[in-house]
Each structure stands twice: as structure tokens, then as C-alpha cells.
């Protein structure tokens, strides 16, 4: 997907104070089984077409809402991550500024994911 250069800014200026993981970190504390949330931000069309095992759906649109009502520790270590690692980005950032310590953000998403032959769920 092409996206535009101002969404790209956006993006990068919140790379620039978040953490990202690469998906084989991210499989290697699964199969650890390293106490970790797992969300996942796309849409919920996106979701239905398959998602990380073990992972919970939280919206990038809805995420910054329900967050602490679900996980009201602060320092629970969350992945997020979405299609590439674009909005899943930003809802770090998000989430960062809210006060949770120890959010990353998983580079690539699940297209990477997907590529590298990892376990996926189908609903």
C-alpha cells in the first residue's frame, strides 16, 4: 500500500520515541512464553482475515479508550501491532503518552508475519 508523505511523517515522528520489535523477537517470546498482551490494532474486517494466536483486538480507533479498563497496569508489557507497523505505531506513541512503560510496537505487522510462515488464527 502507497501511503501519503504527510501519513509517513506522522509515522516517523512516532518512531522516533517508541520502541519496535521485529517479528522474530516477537515469536521468540512466544514460544518463551514471556508474559506479554498481544493486540492487535486493525480494523475488525481486517481481523476476521486472520490474526496473531493469542492476540487480542483493540482498534487503533478504539484502543486509547478501552485500554485501562482491560489492562490498568501501566507496566504490563504490551506488543501492539497491525498490518506493517505503521498504526500500530502511532498507537504506541499514544499509549506511551498515556502512561504505559513498556509498549512496543512490532515491525512489519503481520504482513511480515504471514511471510515468514508464522502461526496465524482464521475466524
Known sequence: MKHSSAFLALVNDAKSRINEMDIDDVKQWMDQNIPV????????????YGYIPGAIHLGKGIIERDIEARYPDHDIQIVLYCGGGFRS???ADNLQKM????????????????????PVTIT
Open 37 to 48: 498482551v498481544l493486540i492487535d490494532v486493525r480494523e475488525e474486517s481486517e481481523w476476521h
Open 89 to 91: 505505531a502511532l498507537a
Open 99 to 118: 502512561g504505559y512503560r513498556n509498549v512496543v510496537s512490532m515491525k512489519g505487522g503481520i504482513s511480515e508475519w504471514k511471510n515468514a510462515d508464522y
